[in-house]
Structure formats: C-alpha cells, structure tokens
C-alpha cells in the first residue's frame, strides 16, 4: 500500500530533478552563446541551488524513517509462513485445456469434494473493479516542468553590455566640436585655430517592474512551487520589457539607410550591409564593433541565401536553423547578426556600432513582503533601466521589401 512519506519523498526527488534541469538550461544557453552567465541568470541558479540544499535537508529523516519501515515489513514476510491458519485451497481457478475441464466435471458428476470446488471457483461471477469505482483513491497527477514559452535571453542587451546605472539622472559628455589643425600658409603665418566643444547629453533612468499578490495556501498546496514560477516568469518578463525597449528606441532613432530589393540575392544584401557599414564607420570612426540586428521574420530573407553548406568564395558561413533561437546566429561579411524579438514591425534590421549605443541597468531584483490580513505574500520584481544613443548616424536602419 502506498504511504504519504513514499509520496513526499518522490515529491521532493521531483523537485530536486525539476530544479537541477532548470539549472541545466540556464547553463546550455549561456554556452551555446559562448558567455557567462549574467546576473538574473546568477541569482536563478542560487535560487534553486538553496532549494535543493533545503530539500536534501528534509528528505533525511525521511528516508531514515522509511528505511526502518521497510526492514520491518521484510522481517514480518520472513515470518507469515510460520502465522497462518494452514488453509492451502486454491483461492483461484483457471483451467490449462478444454480436456482438463471435462475431466473436473466427470469427477464432480462422481462426487469429488475438490473438483466441485474448483468448479464452483472457476464458475463464481467476480465483480470487476476499475478506476471508475474508486475516483477518490486516484491523485491527480502533475508532471513538471512547467511548459513556459519565453525567452530571456536580451540578446540586442547583451551585445552591448549593459552598464551599471549610477542614479536616476546623469549626464554623458559628448564632443560636438572638434580642435582644428591645417596646414600653414606662410612661414610666420598663424595656424588654424578651433576651439573644442564638449556638450552633456543628459540621461534619465525609468523604472520597469511588476507585481503579483500570492496566496499563502498557494504557496504551501502547489507542487511546482508557485513561488519561484511566480518570480522567474517576472523576470523573464522585465528582460523581454528591456529589451524591447532598448531595440525601438535605438530603431526609431536610427539613420534610414540602404534599402534590400524585395526579391534579393546574397550579393544585394551583402551589399546593403557593406553601405550601411561605411554610413557608420563614417559616424564612429571606426570605434566599437559592428552588428546587424534583425527581427525574426528576417532570417526567411537572410538564412536561404546564405547556406551553411560549403561556402567556398561566399560572403557568409551561412545560418543553420538547427540553431535558431534568440542572439548571434551567423554573421554577412564578417558583420556578426543578431535576432531578437524586441521589435514591434515585422521585417526590421539596423546596422549599428557599439560606440554609438549604450544601455544601463541597476537591476532590483525580487521583493517580498507579506499581508498577514488576507495570508497573502506580495512579490515583486523591478530594476532601473535606460538606453542611450550617442550618435544616431552610427545607429543605420536598413529597409526590408
């Protein structure tokens, strides 16, 4: 018979495995994309590194009480031989052939005390039990994980790097106005002479959060924990928020640039991609690196004509989409390419420098506290996050037909 401490203890192993493959999975992306782990990611993991330390500690005395159980449910077997009341009749009948069956029913014609018991075995109406009769033996089962469609990746934030915000109101300095050198037109005549002018580009951060208000008996009843998917799903929700709003902003604010014609070739989009690249080099300098960042729908463009199979002489290594997913997923003439989902129009790509966009963060995290009025715990999630583009000719908006 099943005992609640065998049900608890298979909770806690699934518990255990359902975090240890949370962690996995945090993990296997970070090294798909060849990165640390960054720091929401950080905090997950120690998250559900205490959980499983918490529950390894619970399961202890369990498994000790449960070991002692079963050694004495095996000596109590060891000893039911030597306890019963010797009845050795079979309790059950099924006839091996048709010939052993007649045989049983001419002896009991003959009055055989032990054929006419196996035939009245063999002939007793049972009553057949199902599930249907005993619904309220049968738990209703949930198998974990829970199925989460959302990518947390940041991947336009994270080619940047987010920067460490200092408060709620900065200023950047930015030169708009270059020193002079030129060359002299006589000897004795005076050189050419430019002041240098550096302006502020004035910062203001903005607050991204959400909040849930939990149950108490949610908390304690659930099995996934609500809790942590309460929490993970609000910061995969203020990742995706970030994101989006970093990629808009620095595409409503880009330069319109080159333009690919609506049935290209590999050559009109290399070539959309080189002009952009010389717009931004001419903005930059050459500073920072080089990115393409596009939106999904994009890669029904980009990834047939660029194929991963043998590009020999090719102006790409070509896109497999074995591998698709949010980030870097090849490059087009040596410009790394990005997808994310941050973009609110289909069929968007820019072409920036690294130089030319920045982003900030000071990342709050989870916070709690609880209503001992309604057994209710708040949760919430937040952090202080901006972008900021230094130059708008760096940052190159290529139009997709």
Same mark, same amino acid.
């Given at each position: ?29 970070? $090294?798909?994309? !060849?990165?640390?782990?960054? !720091? ?8 559900? =590194?205490? %959980? ?16 002692? /159980?079963?050694? @004495?449910?095996? %000596? ?17 009948? !099924?006839?091996? /052939? *048709? ?6 029913? #001419? ?10 018991? %196996? ?34 990746? %940041? ?7 987010? =920067? &460490?915000?200092?408060?709620?109101? #900065?200023?950047?300095? =930015? ?8 060359? $002299?037109?006589? !000897? ?16 203001? *951060? ?8 939990? @149950? ?19 910061? +995969? ?32 989009? +290399? ?17 920072? =690196?080089?990115?393409?960042?596009? /939106? ?17 002489? *090719?102006? @790409?290594?070509?896109?497999? +989409?074995?591998?698709?997913? &949010? ?25 920036? @420098? ?13 916070? &709690?506290?609880?209503?001992? /009025? ?5 949760? +919430? ?21």
């Amino acid at each position: 018979m099943a005992r609640q401490t065998d049900a608890m203890l298979a909770r806690y192993v699934g518990e255990i495995e359902e975090r240890q493959t949370f962690i996995d999975g945090l993990v296997e992306a970070a $090294q798909n994309e !060849e990165r640390d782990l960054n !720091e929401q990611e950080l905090e997950l993991v120690t998250r559900a =590194r205490d %959980r499983i330390g918490t529950v390894n500690g619970l399961m202890a005395p369990l498994e000790e009480a449960r070991r002692i /159980s079963g050694d @004495s449910a095996e %000596r109590i077997a060891q000893l039911a031989k030597f306890m019963g009341d010797g009845d050795d009749k079979p309790r059950k009948m !099924e006839y091996r /052939s *048709a010939g052993e069956y007649v045989l049983d029913r #001419w002896r009991a014609g003959l009055g055989m005390d032990e054929a006419v018991h %196996r035939l009245d075995l063999y002939h007793r109406a049972a009553a057949h039990q199902t599930t249907a009769d005993n619904p309220g033996l049968l738990p209703t089962e949930i198998l974990g994980p829970v199925v989460n469609f959302i990518d947390a990746a %940041r991947p336009m934030v994270a080619a940047l790097g987010p =920067r &460490q915000l200092p408060n709620g109101s #900065w200023s950047r300095p =930015r030169v708009t106005q270059h020193t002079q050198v030129g060359a $002299q037109s006589a !000897e004795k005549a005076e050189l050419p002479s430019r002041k240098m002018v550096i302006s502020k580009v004035p910062v203001t *951060a903005k607050t991204l959060g959400g909040y849930v208000n939990v @149950s108490r008996q949610d908390i304690d009843w659930t099995q996934p924990a609500i809790m942590d998917i309460v929490i993970n799903d609000l910061a +995969a929700e203020y990742a995706l928020v970030s994101e989006a709003d970093a990629v808009q902003a620095f595409y409503t604010g880009a330069t319109a640039g080159p333009t690919i014609p609506a049935t290209p070739n590999g050559d009109a989009v +290399a070539a959309a991609l080189w002009t952009a690249a010389g717009q931004v080099y001419t903005a930059t300098k050459g500073q920072g =690196r080089l990115l393409a960042v596009a /939106s999904p729908d994009v890669l029904g463009i980009l990834g047939p004509l660029f194929a991963p199979i043998n590009p020999v002489d *090719a102006q @790409s290594y070509g896109f497999n +989409a074995a591998t698709y997913g &949010q980030g870097a997923l090849g490059a087009i003439s040596g410009i790394t390419v990005i997808v994310t989902g941050g973009f609110a129009a289909a069929k968007s790509l820019m072409v920036l @420098s690294s130089a030319a966009a920045e982003v900030y963060e000071d990342r709050v995290g989870s916070l &709690q506290v609880v209503e001992p /009025s309604v057994l209710g715990v708040q949760v +919430a999630y937040a952090g202080y996050f901006t972008e900021l583009i230094m130059e708008p000719l760096g940052i190159i908006k290529v139009t997709v037909t």
